[in-house]
């Protein structure tokens, strides 16, 4: 503004030079001089001081363009989000997380563009049980750079926890081939096609899975079940038993769970002697859990023998006479086996332990039935 207005007295001066030379050339031009070239000079005169006159009153305004501020580099965002991840790391699992959101959520607005971020707040929001607006912030993120194959393995966890297991195939399917020798991403792709029921599918994907890394005994169990869903039972039975042999003992409850669905499949297909012998694995200690002492009961019954079923509960009755169910259990596998008198001196042990139970009355009624 001070510019163009400096300019204005040039602007006078220059006008009234022109206006009285312009004049005078053109009253020249009709007294006295009727020359056609004196018309000519007043002409370019007159164009001269319109634009002149342009020029000086309409300037470009430069003072009133927007100036752009540089953009901040990458690392210079980065360090705009790291007190906040340094806050999280310090409140992590310590209560609710809104107001380290709120934060979050002003910096993401101002770098839209900026993934990790999105992938961040995605992040607190999965911690803070929003499954909803977690996936939204993490489907943001793989927008932003569809190329990460861990945030698409997250975001196919979410969508698994969600019960959108279409969904968590398409993310795993994506990380899979962006990843291929991954074989992570391989198991949990197999996961979300056996939750779906495409069992085909999903045993490639574990047979996959197994064939990058033999060590993921996940694999194992999820190959057996797809087997067993497609009737394959005595390859199920081979699968769990490489699966037995790559657990390590110190995943012992994993291998545990792995000899009880291998007993389980043996005692389908009638073969209650094998499925014995392998739950003849496990220990004192293992075998006392109610669960497992029901499978070996069940074994036994299968094989004609409910009197070794009955002996099973005894051994442990001697460990805990007050026990009281597996008195009343032991009696009724004596029942089952004919043996009626050890029948009778189990109801009469649960008359000790509490002559008010009302299992009691029961079993004395299903004794009567049997004499």
Known sequence: DNFRYMRLPCFIRVT???????????YMSQQKFQSQWVVVLAVVLWVGLVITAVLLIKPSDRSQLPVNKPAL????????????????????????????????????NKYPAFAPGQLFLG???????DLENSQLYISKCLELDPKQGQVHLLAGNIALMQQDAQGAADHLSQAVAIEPSNAKYWLYLGQSYFTQKIWPQAQQCFEKT??????????????????????????????????IDQTPLSKRKQQV??????????????????????????????EAEPAILNEKATYWNQLGEPGKAAELYEEQLKLNLRNWGLAAIAARWRMRAGDTAKAQQHIL???????????????????????
């Open 73 to 108: 580099t990458m690392e210079q965002i980065i360090q705009k989000f790291e007190p906040l991840r340094q806050q999280f790391m310090q409140q992590h699992g310590k209560g609710d997380l809104g107001r380290l959101i709120s934060h979050v959520h002003k910096l993401v």
């Open 16 to 26: 009234g030079a022109n206006c009285c030379v312009g004049g005078y050339l053109v």
């Open 257 to 286: 769970v792995f000899l009880r669905k291998q007993a389980m499949l043996l005692g389908q297909l009638n073969k209650p002697n094998e499925a014995l012998l392998v739950m003849g694995k496990l220990t004192n200690v293992e």
């Open 210 to 243: 197994i064939e990058l890394d033999s060590a993921r005994t996940l694999a194992y169990s999820g190959l057996s079940d797809c087997q067993v869903q497609q009737g394959n039972l005595s390859g199920a039975v081979f699968t769990l038993q490489r699966a």
């Open 349 to 371: 042990h649960l008359q000790l332990i509490n002559p008010d139970l009302p299992v009691i009355a029961e079993l004395e009624k299903e004794l009567k039935q049997i004499d």
């Open 123 to 129: 992040q607190l929001y999965f911690d803070n049980g």
